[in-house]
């Protein structure tokens, strides 16, 4: 069922305000010429003048004709992030666009929510990773999901944690990229491995050099400081912030004192560049709002999805028409006024 409303392709503010003064022109040249102050002006003229004004202040108005569609255009490009909730990233050292401190993981969760704005169209996977990396949400289009995702995001229990290892989520990744590029081999797929590059697990670490042969681009994306902060106790059935409880820390067995985690630099760049990508560090500077990659495909196909949104269809061709032809009218009657002057 379609219905008619207003939509500028301005905006309101810019929109209404070009709107609002072609109305207030429009009704001086009224006053004017009601007044006797319009000179030699015919009412012809003023009607003409009149009509001009009025219909440019309702173009920027853009009307349209609102219809229900389950069809959508999406960009040919999958974005897969994978996000680690290991106890680590619960430590308050991290900062993304500000001076404010939060956590790693809070960190990462603003960094999702810039990548699903950055690759707005686009199809999105999500996993976390811990003791084991899960997919959480397959391929899809709906970026509220993802955002949705992230927003529920809490850190590892300490209970089940048993070292951090960075290529837990490396099978998963493999089975996730490898479905989606034989499922869309034409897309472009963009891996974010969002992390504190920790690897405290004793055996040694698998390489993420398997996952190039699945991917057009890739980005290990650092949070936390080099500096490092106390690893709060995260227990099983906890809600405070992030999951974690207040002033209890994770005890180091060999100094009996509060463990300190710091942010790995050169683990994340060597993931980085195992994976052919780029490394990334979020800080109070610098963040994923414009880290798009330059590899996400030009492409889009359209898909017919199972929720239904409202598409608005401009209907300014009988406003164009109509404007055409005033200005037609009002130039050569201009020009025949100027005739008889001479």
């Known amino acids: 069922m379609s219905s008619f409303t207003l939509s500028p392709s301005l905006g309101w503010p810019a929109g209404g305000a070009i709107a609002a ?17 319009g000179g030699d002006e015919t009412v012809m003229s003023c009607v003409r003048r009149t009509l001009i004004c009025l219909i440019i202040g309702a173009m920027a108005l853009t009307p349209s004709v609102a219809s229900a569609t389950t069809s959508r255009a999406v960009n040919n490009t999958d974005v ?93 990744l493999v089975t996730t990229l490898k479905s989606i590029r034989e499922a869309h081999p034409e897309h472009a797929i963009v891996l974010y491995l969002i992390t504190d590059g920790e690897q405290t697990s004793s055996k040694a670490r698998r390489s993420f050099s398997t996952l190039r042969s699945y991917l057009n681009d890739a980005f290990a994306v650092g949070v936390g400081s080099t500096k490092g902060g106390k690893i709060p106790l995260i227990q099983d059935g906890i809600s405070g912030k992030d999951g974690t409880t207040e002033e209890q820390w994770v005890t180091d067995p060999d100094t009996g004192q509060p463990g300190v985690s710091a942010m790995d630099e050169d683990n994340i760049k060597d993931l980085a560049d195992e994976m052919g990508g780029t490394a990334l560090f979020v800080s109070q500077s610098d963040t994923l709002a414009n880290g798009r990659s330059a590899q996400a495909s030009n492409k889009w196909k359209v ?15 009988p406003l164009a028409i109509a404007l055409t032809v005033l200005l037609a009218w009002e130039i050569g009657a201009g020009a025949v006024l100027s005739r008889r002057l001479l």
């Open 80 to 172: 897969v992030v994978a996000v680690d909730v290991t106890g680590s990233m619960a430590v308050t050292d991290a900062q993304y666009g500000s001076a404010q401190t939060v956590t790693r993981l809070q960190a990462a969760k603003q960094a999702v929510q810039d990548l699903t704005e950055a690759y707005a169209d686009s199809s999105f996977a999500a996993l976390r990773f811990g003791a084991s990396g899960t997919l959480d949400v397959p391929l899809t289009p709906d970026e509220a999901a993802i955002n949705n995702w992230a927003s529920t995001l809490t850190p590892e229990a300490t209970s089940v944690s048993s070292g951090s290892s960075l290529d837990a989520p490396l099978d998963q």
């Open 303 to 317: 898909t017919v999805t199972t929720k239904q949104r409202t598409r608005l269809t401009p209907v300014i061709w």
């Open 21 to 37: 003064v072609m109305l207030l022109f429009a009704v001086v040249s009224v006053v004017r010429h009601a007044c006797g102050k």
